[in-house]
């Protein structure tokens, strides 16, 4: 178990790399840039999950609003493409921006990043109660 933000964020680091620079080579999405994709991301779940487990989840409070109303617009979204045929869908109108190799790779790894961040985020100190 990795237990120093060091040796944490190196392995996340490597792994981020791994799988950009594998999705950049695959160019379309295939099989192998999928499992590169995958793995990376069961890893760091995997290990963030080890890391907390057994903690009780924080409450989140009016934080979370931002994020309850951009889920429910996405749902709403993906919803109305289905009932509506002629509608796109997030993907399809995020193909033509990622239809090139090398900003594939850079949306991979702001997405990696992102998660990296979530994973690696300190914890906010407990309070007395």
Do not use: F, K, N, Y
Not at 35 to 55: C, F, I, Q, W
């Amino acid at each position: 178990m990795l237990s120093s933000p060091g040796p944490r964020r190196l392995t996340l680091a490597v792994l981020s790399g791994t799988c950009v620079s594998t999705v950049a080579i695959a160019g379309e999405l295939s099989p192998v840039a999928l499992a590169a994709v995958v793995g990376a991301g069961l890893v760091v779940s995997g290990v963030t999950l080890a890391r907390r487990a057994g903690e009780a989840a924080p409450p989140v409070g009016r934080r979370g609003l931002p994020w309850l109303g951009w889920l429910a617009a996405a749902v709403a979204w993906e919803t109305a493409t289905l009932a509506h045929g002629g509608l796109p869908a997030l993907s399809d109108l995020a193909d033509p921006v990622l239809a090139h190799p090398l900003a594939r790779a850079a949306a991979t790894a702001c997405w990696l990043a992102a998660g990296a961040w979530i994973a690696t985020r300190p914890r906010s100190p407990r309070r007395p109660g």
